[in-house]
Structure formats: C-alpha cells, structure tokens
C-alpha cells in the first residue's frame, strides 16, 4: 500500500486522490481535473493512458505509477485525443513513447504559442493554477496509428483502436482479457458531451459498438469506471440534437436561429453546474454548430439524389440521411431522453 497522500492540498475542483486499483495491475485515478487516466502494469514496464493537463496533478499521478511500481519503465503513453486535458500532461512522462491516432498528431502539430496562451488564460479565475501552466511544452505522439495498434508486453495485452465521433483521433484502449476499455470521450456520464469537434453519425456507431465490445466495464475520459449501457444516454442525446436541428433546418431556420432556439431545451438533458452554465451553454451551441452542417449536407445530398431520381438505395450506398434515420429508427423515441431525466 502507498503512503497516505497529501490531502489538504485543493486543486480546483478535485486535487489529488489515491489511485483505484479496477483490475490485477490496473489503475485509474478520478481524483484529477481534465481526464481520468490509468495505466497497466506489465512485467516489461507501464503503459499510460492519457495525462492530467494541470502540471501538479500530472508529478502526483507520476509519483503514484512510481510508487507503484518502482524501477519499472514507462514504454506507452496512449493519448485518446489530442484535447488539453488528455494530452498536455505528456511533458511529465518522459522519455515515454507516446501513441496517439494519426490525426491527433495532426492536431497537436497545430497547437502553437497562441493555443499554449489560450490554456494559460483560460485559468484567469484560478491563479494557483495558472501559475503552473508558464512551461507548457507539447509533446507529440512518437508513433501514430491509423486504425488499430496491439500493444503487447509482458504477457499483457492492450489494443488501441480508433473509433472517432468526438473528434476525427478518438481512439480507445481495449484490453480483451481484463474486459475493460478505456473509451476517452466517447462516453460522458451525466455531462454534456463536447461536440465542437465531433461528427454525429459516427460518435453514434463509436457508441454501439462500446456495447457490443464484449466490455463488462467502460472507463470514461472523465469520472468514474461505468458500465457499457452508460453509452445509451449520449446516444439518445446525440440522436435528439439530430433531430432538433434537423426540425429546425427543415422549417427554414438558420444555423443561429438554430443555436438560440436549440440551446436551452439541451440544457436541461444533463444537470449543470451554475458557474459552468455559461460555459457549457457555448459548448452546446458549438455542438448545435457542427450538427447543423452535417444536417444540412445530408439534407442537401438527399434532395440532390431525388432530384436525379435515384432507385431505392441499397445499404451500401444509403445516404447518411437515410443511414441515419434508419439508425434512428432503431432508437428510442428521442422524448424519452427527456423523460428519462
Ligand atoms: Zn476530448
């Protein structure tokens, strides 16, 4: 067992917590601000997932796997995205190999001085945390993957596979024999999923397929371990947000018109904290965004295909409109998304 840890020291709205034992050498800890990471350990060293983005959070979540498992090296750091609090903590592994999707590399090659002081900024009201964030270094992933990568060492195994949806580099960590996947943010419990970056239709899937992984337990990006049936909520709230903003398309409402008519009915499907309501309120409507642009060129793509007077269309080459309202179809009425809260 280690040492008791510090636990007068706040950071935040978490600080630092003991790290949670979820299967034989497997840890995560939800005590940290941005990202619940974890790491397996092997007989030939440590894999990571993720990194906390605050830099005192990353040295205590250093110190743990340390102490955990002393001598042993750090071979993998998996970043399941390219976002700050997933990947901005890599700086305090290293020399880890970090392994990221091919994308995420793409993303992180663009974060410059501009993104390192808009992170800075975005602690203005927390200056025991800004204070740390004055050497932000971005470490990119050494080895990128496209779609899927095995990681195997010590007689353990770890499959990392994309899956996309909340951003084009979503990928998850799948570990067979401990039935565990850690599916970043593909899964959010009781929160409002990030969208600003996502594609709905394929966050949909990313979804199903998490149930039918043979997963007993999901770890999220952020909070605690859940189970595969937590996914049936994002669905439901995405497949609702698909269908408002297709609403408003259809009856000739702008993309603003969208978002102000939109934002305060999505609001309510997930509790929000007061002093973040400002906040996830633009991260609603960034999401409303992006949907309406994959509802308009569906809706487009389907009124070109009548006009050119296609025959019914096989599976294969089903349009995603139709794709979609067949996925849709399979749904719950989305009303029950409000119901169910
Ligand atoms: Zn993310």
């Given at each position: 067992?280690?040492?008791?840890?510090?636990?007068?020291?706040?950071?935040?709205?978490?600080?630092?917590?003991?790290?949670?034992?979820?299967?034989?050498?497997?840890?995560?800890?939800?005590?940290?601000?941005?990202?619940?990471?974890?790491?397996?350990?092997?007989?030939?060293?440590?894999?990571?997932?993720?990194?906390?983005?605050?830099?005192?959070?990353?040295?205590?979540?250093?110190?743990?796997?340390?102490?955990?498992?002393?001598?042993?090296?750090?071979?993998?750091?998996?970043?399941?995205?390219?976002?700050?609090?997933?990947?901005?903590?890599?700086?305090?592994?290293?020399?880890?190999?970090?392994?990221?999707?091919?994308?995420?590399?793409?993303?992180?090659?663009?974060?410059?001085?501009?993104?390192?002081?808009?992170?800075?900024?975005?602690?203005?009201?927390?200056?025991?945390?800004?204070?740390?964030?004055?050497?932000?270094?971005?470490?990119?992933?050494?080895?990128?993957?496209?779609?899927?990568?095995?990681?195997?060492?010590?007689?353990?195994?770890?499959?990392?596979?994309?899956?996309?949806?909340?951003?084009?580099?979503?990928?998850?960590?799948?570990?067979?024999?401990?039935?565990?996947?850690?599916?970043?943010?593909?899964?959010?419990?009781?929160?409002?999923?990030?969208?600003?970056?996502?594609?709905?239709?394929?966050?949909?899937?990313?979804?199903?397929?998490?149930?039918?992984?043979?997963?007993?337990?999901l770890v999220p990006g952020h909070g605690p371990?859940?189970?595969?049936?937590?996914?049936?909520?994002?669905?439901?709230?995405?497949?609702?947000?698909?269908?408002?903003?297709?609403?408003?398309?259809?009856?000739?409402?702008?993309?603003?018109?969208?978002?102000?008519?939109?934002?305060?009915?999505?609001?309510?499907?997930?509790?929000?904290?007061?002093?973040?309501?400002?906040?996830?309120?633009?991260?609603?409507?960034?999401?409303?965004?992006?949907?309406?642009?994959?509802?308009?060129?569906?809706?487009?793509?389907?009124?070109?295909?009548?006009?050119?007077?296609?025959?019914?269309?096989?599976?294969?080459?089903?349009?995603?409109?139709?794709?979609?309202?067949?996925?849709?179809?399979?749904?719950?009425?989305?009303?029950?998304?409000?119901?169910?809260?």
């Open positions: 067992m280690a040492a008791r840890r510090r636990t007068s020291f706040k950071l935040g709205v978490t600080g630092l917590g003991e790290r949670q034992e979820i299967a034989p050498g497997l840890f995560i800890n939800t005590f940290y601000r941005g990202c619940t990471p974890g790491f397996l350990v092997t007989d030939e060293g440590l894999i990571l997932i993720d990194t906390p983005l605050i830099p005192e959070q990353a040295k205590d979540w250093r110190s743990q796997i340390e102490a955990e498992a002393p001598g042993l090296p750090i071979l993998y750091v998996f970043n399941t995205d390219h976002h700050r609090g997933h990947a901005l903590g890599n700086q305090y592994f290293l020399p880890a190999t970090i392994i990221a999707h091919e994308r995420a590399y793409k993303e992180m090659s663009g974060y410059t001085q501009n993104f390192k002081e808009r992170v800075y900024n975005s602690f203005k009201r927390e200056p025991e945390i800004q204070e740390q964030l004055t050497n932000i270094e971005i470490i990119l992933p050494d080895v990128t993957f496209t779609d899927s990568a095995r990681l195997q060492y010590g007689g353990r195994e770890m499959q990392l596979i994309y899956a996309g949806g909340h951003t084009p580099a979503t990928s998850i960590a799948w570990l067979p024999e401990e039935k565990i996947a850690f599916v970043g943010d593909i899964l959010w419990v009781d929160q409002h999923p990030y969208m600003a970056q996502a594609d709905s239709l394929e966050w949909v899937s990313a979804l199903r397929r998490l149930r039918t992984l043979g997963a007993e337990r371990v859940c189970d595969p049936d937590d996914t049936i909520k994002v669905e439901e709230y995405i497949l609702f947000k698909r269908q408002r903003v297709r609403d408003y398309y259809l009856a000739g409402k702008t993309k603003n018109e969208a978002k102000s008519g939109l934002v305060g009915e999505m609001l309510e499907l997930f509790p929000v904290p007061l002093e973040r309501k400002t906040k996830i309120e633009s991260q609603i409507k960034s999401g409303i965004n992006r949907v309406y642009r994959e509802v308009q060129r569906e809706e487009e793509l389907a009124a070109a295909e009548s006009r050119n007077g296609a025959s019914l269309p096989s599976p294969v080459n089903a349009s995603p409109v139709q794709q979609a309202q067949a996925e849709a179809s399979l749904m719950p009425a989305p009303v029950a998304v409000e119901t169910a809260q």
